[in-house]
């Protein structure tokens, strides 16, 4: 690009450029200070930026550039800047100022290269619709190479909502959210998906030590709600096909541990869930179920490039009709997972997906009555995840 920077430090508008061999990337204009433009002699437009206190102006052509250092098309995702607003370069010169080539401004979340072009660089991945592909053997420790599961999931919207006022609050959306396995077949999916954190400002209890100086701890409940419907778990087993339909969820939770925005948490939840289950050897039966569930959300970075989730969950069905004698029916689960952003394509990410689970259960006929275990790796392409707030 030292053609770029020839060509600039010629203009007819006479701003001088510093001279570098190998320069690295110019800094970037502020999103959140003026910036002015004005024609030089040839009639292209400049913008130019000033920070007062290091007496320092950037500048870079209003347009995008091509490899060669020409104007080729108008900057994307910028603001609007007026000409011939007043800006006296001769006076900023007069006054000490120095000017140095720069970028142009962009949003927040965005970025640019050294030619003007616009890229997003944060994403919210608890903003979005997403599909992806993967590879999930089963039973890993009995024999890792026995299985070919391919595995498909999918989230038509992902929404999560902040609300910052005096007792900070954020709603989480998910529509029509899940996984189908294949070889052999199961499938997992929840039609709506609704939970809220809270944070109390008042405290629950406020505790007073008197070792040493006086010191007082506060002891908050943050309590909220977690809520489920339409969901549905198909099963292939020895004995035919099974159906478990939750078709409502209801759960109180704590949250242990927020993060200053809510965004990450760790919490207890526990509640009931209306179910019906279908299996060839006890037919269809209903069911009110106790569940219990530790859940860890976690947003690792400020560009949102890394999540972790964890959920261990505990289900215990309470049938309408008896399952039978002297026997205790009850799911358990527990499931790791990690994303990151691997690259952009068109400003949508696509991310690499990796999880470590297990199950044990006793409810499905043909199911053993132990622990299975699952890893899963695949890429997920989000067709919409906006810039993380600020």
């Given at each position: 690009m030292k053609s770029v920077y020839a060509a600039l430090a010629a203009i007819g508008i006479?701003?001088?450029?510093?001279?570098?061999?190998?320069?690295?990337?110019?800094?970037?204009?502020?999103?959140?200070?003026?910036?002015?433009?004005?024609?030089?002699?040839?009639?292209?437009?400049?913008r130019m930026q000033c920070d007062d206190a290091k007496k320092l102006c950037l500048y870079a052509p209003d347009s995008e550039l091509d490899a060669d250092g020409n104007r080729v098309r108008p900057l994307e995702q910028v603001r609007d800047c007026a000409e011939n607003d007043g800006f006296d370069r001769a006076a900023?010169?007069?006054?000490?100022?120095?000017?140095?080539?720069?970028?142009?401004?962009?949003?927040?979340?965005?970025?640019?290269d050294e030619r003007g072009r616009v890229f997003q660089v944060n994403f919210d991945l608890h903003r979005r619709m997403y599909f992806g592909v993967g590879y999930s053997p089963q039973k890993i420790i009995e024999n890792p190479l026995e299985s070919t599961r391919s595995t498909v999931d999918f989230g038509l919207l992902v929404l999560d909502i902040y609300d910052p006022g005096p007792e900070p609050t954020r709603h989480r959306i998910r529509l029509l959210e899940g996984e189908v396995a294949l070889q052999p077949f199961s499938a997992e999916v929840t039609l709506a998906h609704y939970d809220m954190s809270h944070r109390f400002m008042d405290p629950l209890l406020r505790i007073t030590t008197f070792v040493g100086e006086p010191e007082r701890h506060d002891l908050h409940l943050d309590l909220g709600m977690f809520t489920e419907a339409g969901g549905l778990e198909l099963r292939q087993t020895s004995y035919g096909d099974t159906e478990l339909w939750k078709h409502a969820t209801a759960q109180v939770t704590m949250d242990l541990w927020q993060s200053a925005n809510l965004e990450s948490f760790v919490r207890l939840r526990t509640g009931g869930i209306l179910e019906g289950q279908y299996d060839p050897v006890n037919g269809y039966r209903s069911a009110l179920t106790e569940s219990t569930a530790l859940d860890i959300d976690a947003?690792?970075?400020?560009?949102g490039f890394h999540n972790v989730r964890f959920e261990?969950?505990?289900?215990?069905?309470?049938?309408f009709t008896p399952y039978?004698?002297?026997?205790?029916?009850?799911?358990?689960?527990?499931?790791?997972?990690?994303?990151?952003?691997?690259?952009?394509?068109?400003?949508?990410?696509l991310s690499l997906h990796v999880a470590a689970g297990g199950e044990k259960r006793n409810d499905i006929p043909g199911v053993p009555d132990q622990w299975a275990f699952v890893v899963d790796a695949g890429l997920r392409f989000s067709l919409w995840a906006p810039p993380r707030p600020r």
């Open positions: 006479a701003l001088p450029a510093i001279s570098r061999a190998d320069p690295p990337l110019p800094p970037m204009m502020d999103p959140d200070r003026p910036v002015h433009c004005g024609r030089d002699r040839a009639g292209d437009t400049w900023y010169e007069k006054a000490g100022y120095q000017f140095i080539p720069g970028r142009p401004d962009a949003p927040w979340g965005w970025s640019r947003v690792l970075d400020p560009a261990l969950a505990h289900e215990l069905p309470r049938y039978a004698p002297n026997v205790l029916v009850q799911r358990m689960h527990a499931k790791l997972q990690y994303e990151t952003i691997v690259l952009a394509i068109n400003d949508q990410p």
